[in-house]
């Protein structure tokens, strides 16, 4: 019980640190014309948010949270010192409450014109005035994925002596995949209450995409492809237009897109484990990466001759191939750490923690 109320302590402390971080950069940041001199400003605040995950121990809050602050607001924040966020640098008019929710949290608002006008709100408020809390169908069909895997997980290491690594690491990858989709969900239904805005879709059915191109930047978390597309990828491509020409250029700026994003993963690897990697993670993406860009001249050359792969195809290659790559790269750390059995403990824990709460209540 300790534990888990000295972890929400200093969960507590370092959301308020980071509010107050970005209500500095609300108020003072954003006065500073953009470019060189408002970076210099936020630089101090970057730092701070690099460092705050290796402030908490827990692996629910290190794998889910940390990201958020270390990666994603810190991004953010590189995109709001040369203005070239759509939602907390190009809308002055944006509340504070909302600057600081976008920033640290996987959400975008939606833009519709009355938003890229500056003008009112698209209003989610209800007739009585209370903000919708909205789930969609998805969320549940992952939360009961989710839920079917960790039950599986605990019954195998349960009744198993001797678990074959391949299906640990299958049913591992399985409910972090679902579990990444849930936390998202949740987050930005939560947002919902206090942004009172439409929320750009964060995936769009992963499972149904038909190429590593389609799943990594129109599919699975978008929010983060996104980031990736305004901070690496097109400033990458036109610093080799010059160079390659137009044509060419995109290759460049897709292989640095996906050593980036290996990198982050990576630190947040660092963040749950406090170890030295060992770049399996990044490997993952630089191989990913380099299939993205075979795959992007192989579809130019097949549409001159008008061929094209069915979906019954390319959507199981596809899904196959990430699934297989990601069992064997991407969670095999984690699960050497101890990561699998230490999030389970985490669970168990918390609903102790709450039932204990209710009981003295």
């Known amino acids: 019980m300790e534990a888990v109320e000295d972890e929400l302590r200093n969960f507590i402390k370092v959301m308020i640190t980071v509010s107050l971080s970005l209500t500095y ?3 003072i ?9 408002r970076l210099v400003s936020v630089l101090p605040v970057i730092s ?6 290796l402030i908490l121990s827990s692996f629910f809050l290190q794998f889910y949270f940390a990201p958020c602050i270390g990666w994603l607001a810190n991004f953010k924040l590189l995109l709001f010192a040369f203005g070239k966020d759509d939602n907390i640098s190009i809308n002055p008019s944006i509340p504070l409450l909302d600057f600081i929710l976008v920033t640290i949290f996987p959400i975008k608002i939606k833009q519709t014109k009355a938003f890229q006008n500056n003008t009112n709100k698209e209003s989610l408020l209800s007739n009585t005035g209370k903000c919708v809390f909205k789930l969609d169908l998805g969320f549940f069909i992952n939360a009961l994925l989710w839920s079917f895997m ?15 690594p391949i299906v640990v690491h299958f049913l591992y990858s399985s409910r972090m995949m679902f579990g990444i989709q849930i ?3 949740l987050i930005a239904a939560l947002a919902k209450l206090f942004i009172s805005q439409e929320l750009e879709p964060q995936f769009n059915n992963p499972h149904l995409s038909t190429s590593l191109g389609n799943f990594w930047s129109k599919r699975w978390n978008l929010m983060v492809s996104n980031l990736l597309k305004s901070t690496i990828h097109e400033p990458t491509r036109s610093l080799f237009i010059p160079v390659l020409g137009r044509r060419w250029a995109i290759h460049p700026a897709i292989l640095a897109t996906y050593v980036v994003s290996g990198l982050m993963h990576e630190l947040m690897h660092f963040y749950v484990g406090r170890t030295w990697p060992t770049w399996e993670v990044t490997w993952f993406f630089i191989i990913h990466g380099v299939c993205v860009t075979i795959e992007v001249e192989t579809k130019k050359k097949a549409s001159k001759n008008g061929w094209k792969l069915h979906p019954i195809i390319s959507t199981p290659l596809t899904v196959g191939f990430v699934m297989a790559t990601g069992i064997w790269l991407c969670y095999a750390e984690l699960i050497h750490w101890g990561a699998d059995a230490r999030e389970i403990e985490e669970y168990v824990a918390l609903v102790d923690f709450v039932k204990h709460r209710l009981r003295i209540a």
């Not at 940041?29 to 001199?37: A, V, Y």
């Open 48 to 53: 701070i948010f690099a460092f705050f995950p």
């Open 25 to 27: 950069c609300y108020f």
């Open 29 to 37: 940041c954003s006065r500073i014309p953009k470019g060189k001199f």
């Open 150 to 164: 960790v039950q599986m997980y605990v019954i195998y290491k349960e009744h198993v002596s001797s678990m074959n």
């Open 183 to 185: 936390q998202f969900a």
